[in-house]
């Protein structure tokens, strides 16, 4: 419900997700969950803090 009657399809959401988790979340030593735009929708940053420290960007990879 939340793309409907607007102009965005689910790419339009995915994108700004990936961008969301880029920019404040993933590959940041010290991530910015503060001035995430999203944090009241983000169980890490309200309950479980360590599913933003533990699983970043480089450790998925390396893991592949």
Known sequence: TLLLDTKYGISDLDD???NIGTKYCFNHNNPNCKECPI???CLAYKKQKGL??????????KGA
């Open 16 to 18: 700004g997700l990936i």
């Open 52 to 61: 933003i420290k533990n699983y970043r960007t480089w450790i998925l990879i």
């Open 39 to 41: 944090k009241e929708f």
